[in-house]
């Protein structure tokens, strides 16, 4: 994939003299002690990342850790002390005036955790707003608003004033009105930290919906880890001004690279994040539709199990035979066509553990997991789900 970003050794201290700082930095003063020594702020130290076209990039910390600075810094609204930041092949860092507002115009667009709405205007003049600035027609905005209202599901709302929506609805706004500049790079500042639970979870299955038809490349800074988890296909983890891990969910989960992370992911649901393809194993435990009983009988024996699936010459799933089912059929004479059950459960590659619970709590047998063909990928035993109840 097209790298859309790409950030190089950026550091933004705030301060009147931060040069200075850079050297005692390096010397291994800490934030406080510079903070104490010289009164200068060190909000980003030396970091470094790459985030795909289409990607949802997660950076996550605690409350002073540089995730806000860090967004600030990739539109120049802070503007870095040491560092370089590429839109596709352009440095802005290194941008005039005039070209860096039309990169903000065209490429970049900002959704902020308290909304940023203009209370003066309605819904649909909020979102007309970015392109009333580029001096798009009057007649083109608002049909290209009108399509976004649709899209983030504010249809019927056009009209009303901001101070008649709730908060949920708010930001919907808000996202609308970055979505209608038609982006490459979506920059979200803790965007749902001020919704209520239930709204906030609303908003991010309705963020993994839009994104999921626009692939637009998304920038997204949260300090909750399942919402990091849920949301990023890759995520950075922030502390103290620097990057301490940067990987997928599952990577981070699987392989955390210092105690602090440990520390950060211990009471993260898993559930919530571990999805089929991370728990499944390829078995080598299958029987062949063309297969006789007494092949299931010794593949079963062999491998210490006592229920096998059973695929044609494509690997495509055909169902499942059990030991008890296997060894009536030999003594009736029977082919494995004839004793196939089907009373097991499927599963795509991306299904979320916390969707398999209850299907391993109902059913005696393995999951399989299987693509949009039933082609066999997979199979899943339940304890590797029900322990996750434990």
Known sequence: MTVKVKVEHLTKIFGPNPQPVLEKIKNGFTKNEILEETGHTVGVYDVSFEVKEGETFVIMGLSGSGKSTLIR?????????EGNIF??????VKLAKKDLKQVRQQKLAMVFQHFGLLTHRNVIKNVEY????????????????????????????????????????QQRVGLARALANDPDVLLMDEPFSALDPLIRREMQYELLD??????????????????????????????????EQIGTPEEIIAE???????????????SKVLQAKNIMFKSSALVSLKDGPRVAVKIMESNGISSVFVVDEELRLQGIVTIDDTIIAIKENKKIADILRQDYYTADPETYMQDLLPMATNTKFPLAVTDENNKLLGIIVRVSVLSGLV
């Open 73 to 81: 810094c990739l539109n120049l609204l802070n503007k870095p002390t």
């Open 87 to 92: 839109i596709d092949d352009t440095n802005i």
């Open 130 to 169: 970015g392109l009333e600035i580029r001096g798009v027609s009057t007649e083109e905005r608002q049909d290209i608003a009108n399509k976004i209202l649709i899209s983030v599901g504010l249809e019927g709302w056009e009209n009303k004033m901001i101070s008649e929506l709730s908060g949920g609805m």
């Open 210 to 243: 839009i994104q999921s038809k626009l692939k637009k490349t998304i920038i997204f800074i949260t300090h909750d880890v399942n919402e990091a988890f849920k949301i990023g296909d890759r995520v950075a983890v922030m502390k103290d001004g620097r990057m």
């Open 256 to 270: 955390p690279q210092s105690t602090y992370i440990e520390e950060f992911i211990k009471d993260i649901d898993r």
